[in-house]
């Protein structure tokens, strides 16, 4: 076993070098889903008919599609468009469009909670459509979504694995090939294992973090 | 001075605002009674904008509500204080008493938050500056919401049933403030329950009935023998309501 350890270790630098890939990914997919899925939870809210049907179609399309067929259709699909891309940034769009048609609905739960009045009031009050949406809305929506954002957005880093299949070599990638070039599949897994869930843990810490920032005020019960 | 021709107020086929006419002069303390459903609080989402009106005009100052550059004047001129204090749950006292004057009006920071706490100390709210709402009573809520309404220095206070959610010690907290207001000058619009409060500090009662206004006297008038009280259906409100 000790040995077996080991002589896993000059492959070590290799596998971190896929970890700080999925880390990379992980950031940018995380940031652009929470962006995207704001977009469209403020659409699927907004007044125009024709916004919310966009909505709703987006967020059904990526919700009910596997991951990893929306990948491969991005990755074949986007040259055949004449848009070149490398895979990483193609993994990462896929990874955010999805992810964002899952925050998007958290998000959307966490509008519809808030309190008509307190909207009506930042209107009388004369702020615009935006200070409300920026300043009232989405603060409100988000200290109800960010704790079931976190659990979508620890999908998400999950699923980034999945990237090794358009030649991304991140975490899994790299870990695919030392076990085949290692035969040590059960080491190389068990490396595997304690990075992620590093890495989910670090992501659902700081999304406990942000809750508390949020609900800052709150009854505990709440908060 | 706030004038309202003829309006009218549908929702669907319910005709809840019909034909209503009333003005207020600067300086005015004009009280809304009547029922509940009577249309009272519609009146008042009508002047700030929160309704469209399904007929008729209203003007603040000359600015007409239906228009977006009207309604943007008019909202500036007045201020509401609403039932349930719809404060905003995620700023502190202070932060909700000047989100508007630094946004709206363009204030500097500083001197929003020294206003506003001058205000809160005038409703004796000094030590809650940097509570969140969620940590306030009711009582306490609603003077913040009567700090924020004065922070946009409004012509016009429009208040609506500031004290229906509040039990009657924090309603009296309430109330004493809005006295003063009204000895200071303060034009209001009053829409309330609280029938000896508006006889002490209104110059005119309106009374509201099913969508009309049958009613527009001044407050002695209304509560006389000969003026109001000769109306049989304010009779019986005035009866019903100093009764409970």
């Not at chain 1, 992980?26 to 889903?33: P, T």
């Not at chain 2, 009577?38 to 005009?57: F, M, P, Q, V, Y």
């Not at chain 2, 630094?102 to 409703?123: K, M, W």
């Not at chain 2, 709210?125 to 009711?138: C, E, F, H, I, N």
Request: charge should be neutral.
């Amino acid at each position: 076993m000790i040995r077996s350890w080991n002589a896993l270790e000059p492959h070590l630098g290799f596998l971190l070098e896929g970890f700080a890939l999925t880390v990379a990914a992980c950031v940018l997919a995380v940031a652009g889903a929470v962006v995207l899925g704001a977009l469209i939870a403020s659409l699927r809210t907004a007044r125009s008919r024709a916004a919310r049907a966009v909505a709703a179609v987006y967020c059904d399309l990526f919700r009910n599609v596997p991951f990893i067929v929306q990948l491969f259709f991005f990755f074949y699909g986007l040259p055949e468009l004449g848009i070149y891309i490398g895979a990483f940034e193609t993994g990462v769009l896929a990874m955010s469009i999805a992810g964002g048609a899952f925050v998007a609905d958290v998000i959307r739960a966490g509008i519809l909670s808030i309190e008509q009045g307190v909207i009506e009031a930042a209107r009388v009050f004369g702020l615009g459509r935006w200070q409300i949406f920026s300043r009232i809305v989405m603060p409100n929506a988000l200290r109800v979504s960010v704790r079931p954002m976190g659990s979508v957005l620890i999908n998400l880093v999950l699923t980034s694995s999945i990237l090794s299949t358009i030649t991304v070599n991140e975490l899994t990638g790299t870990a695919k090939i030392v076990a085949a070039t290692t035969f040590m599949p059960f080491e190389v897994y068990a490396v595997l294992l304690v990075l992620y869930a590093a890495l989910t843990y670090a992501l659902s810490l700081a999304v406990a973090g942000v809750h508390r920032r949020l609900n800052r005020g709150m009854p505990e019960a709440v908060a | 001075m706030i004038e309202i021709n003829n309006v009218e107020k549908r929702f669907g086929s319910a005709e809840v605002l019909k034909r209503i006419n009333l003005k207020v002069e600067p300086g005015e303390v004009v009280t809304i009674l009547g029922s509940s459903g009577s249309g009272k609080s519609t009146l008042i989402r009508c002047i700030n904008g929160l309704e469209t009106l399904s007929g008729g005009a209203i003007r603040v100052d000359g600015n007409d509500v239906s228009t977006a550059a009207g309604l943007a004047a008019a909202r500036r001129r007045s201020a509401t204080v609403f039932q349930l204090f719809n404060l905003y749950p995620h700023m502190t006292v202070l932060q909700n008493v000047t989100l508007a004057p630094i946004h709206v009006l363009g204030q500097p920071r500083a001197e929003a938050e020294t206003r506003a706490r001058a205000l809160l100390d005038l409703v004796g709210l000094t030590a809650q500056a940097d509570a969140y709402p969620q940590r306030l009573s009711g009582g306490q809520r609603q003077r913040v919401g009567i700090c924020r309404a004065l922070a946009m220095q409004p012509r016009y206070l429009l208040l609506d049933e500031v004290t229906s959610a509040l039990d009657p010690e924090m309603t009296g907290e309430v109330l004493d403030i809005l006295a003063r207001l009204a000895a200071e000058g303060t034009t209001m619009v009053f829409v309330t329950h609280e029938i000896e409060f508006a006889r002490r500090i209104s110059d005119r009662i309106v009374f509201l009935e099913a969508g009309e206004l049958i009613v527009d006297m001044p407050a002695e008038a209304f509560f006389s023998e000969e003026g109001g009280l000769a109306v049989p259906r304010i009779r019986k409100f005035l009866s019903k309501m100093t009764k409970d």
